[in-house]
C-alpha cells in the first residue's frame, strides 16, 4: 500500500515570498491534515479535511496560510507572505478514521 | 494548561533495559490514545492504538492508559539502539488529534 506521499522534501524562500506544499493521501482515506512541526516540538494541527470538507482550521493563520482539497483526494497548503517564523516541517497525515498515517514532510525554510 | 503534557527528555538508556515513556492529558473528550515514533528528519510513524484503559502489548512494546487518572505510557522491553527516535503520545478525539511535545529517547549500545 502507497503511503503519504509529501512534495517538495525541502525548500528555501526568502521571507514575503510564496510556496505552495503539496500531498497526495492514501487511496480511500477520507480525513486530511496538515501539521506544522517546530523542531523539538510536537506537530501542530493546522488543518483538518473530512473529504473535500474543512472540519477545523482554528489553527490556521488565515491571513497567510490557505489549503485546499480538490475532489477530496490530493490538498495543496500554501503560505503567502511567508515569514521567518514559518521556518517548520510540514506534514500532511490521512487516515481512514481514528489513527493517522503520516507522509515524510516539507522542511521549509525562510530566510 | 496543553491538553497533552509529555516529558521532552532527552532520556539515555543502555541497549537492552526496560524504557518507560509517560503522557498525562487533561481533555476528557480524548476517545482514543496513540503513540508515534518519529526519527530525525522523518514523519511521525504510528507505533500503538489504543481505546480503552488496560495494556495493549505488540511485541516489545505496551501501551497502557488510565482514563481515571488522565495517564498513558508506553514501555519498551529489551531497548535496542534502532529504537532511538522522538516518542510522540497524543489524545484523539472525532474531531482533532492532540500531539504532546515529545520525549527524545536514546539507546546506548
Known amino acids: 500500500e502507497a503511503g503519504v506521499a509529501q512534495s517538495p522534501r525541502y525548500k528555501i524562500i526568502e521571507k514575503r515570498q510564496s510556496v505552495a506544499f503539496w500531498c497526495n493521501p492514501i487511496?480511500?482515506?477520507?480525513?486530511l491534515y496538515w501539521y506544522q512541526q517546530i523542531l523539538g516540538q510536537g506537530p501542530k494541527l493546522l488543518i483538518q479535511?473530512?473529504?473535500?470538507?474543512?472540519?477545523?482550521d482554528s489553527q490556521l493563520p488565515k491571513d497567510r496560510f490557505s489549503a485546499e482539497r480538490l475532489k477530496g483526494v490530493d490538498s495543496t497548503l500554501k503560505i503567502q507572505p511567508a515569514k521567518l517564523e514559518d521556518s517548520a516541517v510540514y506534514l500532511c497525515?490521512?487516515?481512514?478514521?481514528?489513527?493517522?498515517?503520516f507522509g515524510q514532510g516539507t522542511r521549509l525554510t525562510v530566510v | 494548561q496543553k491538553e497533552v503534557e509529555q516529558d521532552p527528555g532527552p532520556l539515555s538508556v543502555p541497549e537492552g533495559a526496560i524504557v518507560s515513556l509517560n503522557c498525562t492529558y487533561s481533555?476528557?473528550?480524548?476517545?482514543?490514545f496513540m503513540w508515534y515514533r518519529q526519527y530525525s528528519r522523518k514523519g511521525p510513524e504510528l507505533l500503538m492504538y489504543?481505546?480503552?484503559?488496560g495494556n495493549k502489548e505488540d511485541g516489545r512494546f505496551t501501551a497502557q492508559v488510565d482514563k481515571s487518572s488522565k495517564y498513558i505510557s508506553l514501555f519498551i522491553r529489551d531497548s535496542q539502539p534502532s529504537d532511538s527516535a522522538t516518542y510522540l503520545c497524543?489524545?484523539?478525539?472525532?474531531?482533532?488529534?492532540?500531539f504532546g511535545s515529545g520525549t527524545q529517547l536514546t539507546v546506548l549500545p
Open positions: 479535511f473530512q473529504n473535500n470538507g474543512v472540519v477545523d
Open positions: 497524543v489524545g484523539g478525539s472525532a474531531r482533532q488529534l492532540t
Open positions: 497525515a490521512s487516515s481512514p478514521g481514528g489513527g493517522a498515517f
Open positions: 481533555n476528557s473528550a480524548f476517545q482514543y
Open positions: 487511496s480511500g482515506h477520507a480525513t
Open positions: 489504543t481505546y480503552s484503559s
